[in-house]
């Protein structure tokens, strides 16, 4: 019973992780693209770029993909940066599929 119970709470454990987000709450403006890219760990796609005279403007996407309980979730995010640094960030679309 002893083993059981302990097996139950590994599952439960590791699954959670499972679970988790992006994590947006974490990042913070004026970031570099390389200090999003450790905290997302998520590849980012490049998806617009344009220079003028306020800099080097690029838009990266990052997704990710979330089952849970046979359901799927795939979350994205539009992330805008100015001469490499972030300036802005939000959800694009969060569909789900079964």
Same mark, same amino acid.
């Given at each position: 019973?002893?083993?059981?119970?302990?097996?139950?709470s590994i599952i439960l454990l590791t699954s959670c992780n499972a679970y988790k987000d992006i994590p947006v709450e974490d990042l913070s403006l004026?970031?570099?693209?390389e200090?999003?890219? /450790?905290i997302v760990k998520k590849q980012l796609v490049q998806v617009a770029i344009?220079?003028?005279n306020?800099?080097?403007?690029?838009? &990266?996407?990052?997704?990710?993909?979330?089952?849970?309980?046979?359901?799927a979730?795939?979350?994205?995010?539009?992330?805008?940066?100015?001469?490499r640094k972030l300036v802005k960030y939000e959800?694009?679309?969060?569909? &789900? /599929? &079964?």
């Open positions: 019973m002893k083993r059981l119970l302990i097996l139950l004026g970031m570099t693209i200090q999003v890219q /450790s344009n220079s003028d306020e800099g080097e403007k690029q838009v &990266f996407q990052v997704q990710k993909r979330i089952v849970r309980g046979g359901i979730r795939q979350q994205r995010y539009n992330l805008y940066f100015i001469n959800k694009d679309s969060e569909k &789900f /599929s &079964f």
